[in-house]
């Protein structure tokens, strides 16, 4: 578990340096609401047990509770906006910590306790990482704010088994400047952390 957690604060300390380069200097004609939208996906497919479904949780919650991360968001010249959403299946997402801004450390521990407190509403199903992509675009669209940058963070324990190919999900959704970071959980697949450097991270 210390593994996934420093990974995956690792992740969002280089995600919000990122948005904070970007943030600092738009563009004359833009103006944005928030340096980063960021849509937290969470595997809870049917291969997903309990044990593993609490860790992608208590995973990102660790991160934003890390100072490094905490550190990085403060330096933002603006706010962030995070949500969370469960998938399965190619139409099976629930969100489950609505679009949350987040700025100070008052904020940061708002959003780690709204992720630690979000129950499981999902149990079975497929793997579709691609629906995922598809629905956390969907989210990133509706998102009440004008980021300067759009990011997916996908967590899971297998590869795309369902729906449509991960690939065009993942090109479509790069094309339109939307990123995509993937933190696999190593039980059931030996190579998942290979694979998901292939498909997931793209787009930086």
Same mark, same amino acid.
């Given at each position: 578990?210390?593994?996934?957690?420093?990974?995956?604060?690792?992740? *969002?300390?280089?995600? !919000?340096? =990122?948005?904070?380069?970007?943030?600092?200097?738009?563009?004359?004609?833009?103006?944005?609401?928030?340096?980063?939208?960021?849509?937290?996906?969470?595997? @809870?497919?049917?291969?997903?047990? /309990?044990?593993?479904?609490?860790?992608?949780?208590?995973?990102?919650?660790?991160?934003?509770?890390?100072?490094?991360?905490?550190?990085?968001?403060?330096? *933002?010249?603006?706010?962030? =906006?995070?949500?969370?959403?469960?998938?399965?299946?190619?139409? *099976?997402?629930?969100?489950?910590?609505?679009?949350?801004?987040?700025?100070?450390?008052?904020?940061?521990? @708002?959003?780690?306790?709204?992720?630690?407190?979000?129950?499981?509403?999902?149990?079975?199903?497929?793997?579709?990482?691609?629906?995922?992509?598809?629905?956390?675009?969907?989210?990133? @669209?509706?998102?009440?704010?004008?980021? =300067?940058?759009?990011? &997916?963070?996908?967590?899971?324990?297998?590869?795309?088994?369902?729906?449509?190919?991960?690939?065009?999900?993942?090109?479509?959704?790069?094309?339109?400047?939307?990123? &995509? /970071?993937?933190?696999? &959980?190593?039980?059931?697949?030996? !190579?998942?952390?290979?694979?998901?450097?292939?498909?997931?991270?793209?787009?930086?």
């Amino acid at each position: 578990m210390n593994w996934k957690i420093l990974r995956a604060a690792v992740a *969002l300390a280089a995600l !919000f340096a =990122a948005a904070s380069a970007q943030a600092q200097a738009p563009p004359a004609e833009q103006k944005n609401d928030v340096a980063l939208a960021l849509v937290l996906a969470v595997d @809870a497919s049917g291969s997903v047990d /309990n044990r593993r479904f609490e860790l992608q949780k208590q995973g990102y919650a660790a991160a934003f509770r890390s100072p490094k991360v905490l550190n990085s968001i403060r330096s *933002l010249t603006q706010s962030i =906006a995070v949500t969370m959403v469960q998938w399965t299946g190619p139409r *099976l997402h629930v969100v489950v910590v609505d679009w949350m801004l987040v700025k100070d450390e008052a904020s940061v521990t @708002a959003l780690a306790t709204a992720i630690e407190a979000a129950p499981r509403q999902l149990f079975g199903g497929g793997t579709s990482i691609s629906g995922a992509i598809d629905y956390a675009r969907l989210l990133l @669209a509706q998102c009440p704010c004008n980021p =300067a940058r759009r990011v &997916i963070d996908i967590s899971g324990d297998g590869s795309n088994n369902s729906g449509r190919p991960v690939t065009q999900a993942r090109d479509e959704a790069v094309h339109d400047g939307v990123g &995509i /970071n993937g933190l696999p &959980i190593l039980a059931i697949e030996p !190579f998942l952390d290979r694979y998901y450097y292939d498909v997931h991270d793209s787009g930086r």
